[in-house]
């Protein structure tokens, strides 16, 4: 059995539960339009794929996407609803990611934006356990390009073969395994343990 030395995470969907539909019903009460016609008018403006990468500054990407609402959203209101998708507790233990850490070199992997990251650095004490964040807004390209691939595994510092990871996005999984990397599609804290087993990866909770 091959050993690993890295284990990579992404962060929504597999540390951090994700809520969607909150947020589009808090717009909804405040700009009048159905919550069902949220996402699309987002999506219609292409401007997250850019703030996701860093193209676009916080503030520039504030701007252009109250505007698309009309311009009835106010700032303080955008900013606060757009953190409200996350649920408040992790979906991962934290004792689970302290095990892991005495054994391997812990990397987050995600497609974020400097807005939510903030939020989810002060909210979510575990991640600051992590040895490195490769973050797509700060990296210049988010999964499944290669590059954001490429800049995990030099932050993990050791090659494709000796990384594991996990992803909700099979699209994401598939990217990473096409870099190289052995790579497990999430679906509960159950079935991770269960792929990381049969790895031989090891950890011991408190």
């Known amino acids: 059995m091959k050993p690993y ?32 016609e949220i996402p699309q008018r987002i999506r219609a403006t292409g401007l997250v794929p850019q703030f996701e990468c860093g193209a676009l500054g916080a503030e520039e990407f504030i701007h252009q996407l109250t505007k698309a609402f009309d311009g009835k959203l106010s700032r303080e209101d955008f900013v606060e609803i757009w953190s409200s998708i996350f649920r408040p507790e992790p979906l991962l233990p934290e004792s689970f990611f302290d095990a892991l850490k005495q054994r391997y070199r812990l990397v987050l992997l995600s497609n974020t934006n400097s807005l939510h990251f903030e939020v989810l650095e002060a909210r979510y004490p575990l991640l600051r356990g992590f040895d490195a964040k490769v973050l797509s807004y700060r990296v210049g390209a988010a999964k499944p390009d290669a590059r954001i691939y490429q800049a995990a595994l030099e932050a993990a510092g050791c090659r494709p073969e000796e990384c594991f990871f996990t992803d909700d996005v099979l699209l994401y999984v598939e990217g990473a395994r096409a870099a190289g990397i052995d790579a497990e599609l999430f679906t509960d804290f159950a079935n991770l343990q269960a792929a990381l087993k049969q790895r031989g990866i090891r950890w011991e909770e408190s």
């Open 5 to 36: 030395r890295a284990l990579i995470f992404d962060l929504g969907g597999v540390i951090v539960g994700l809520d969607f539909a909150q947020g589009y019903e808090r717009i909804s009460q405040l700009c009048g339009l159905p919550a069902r």
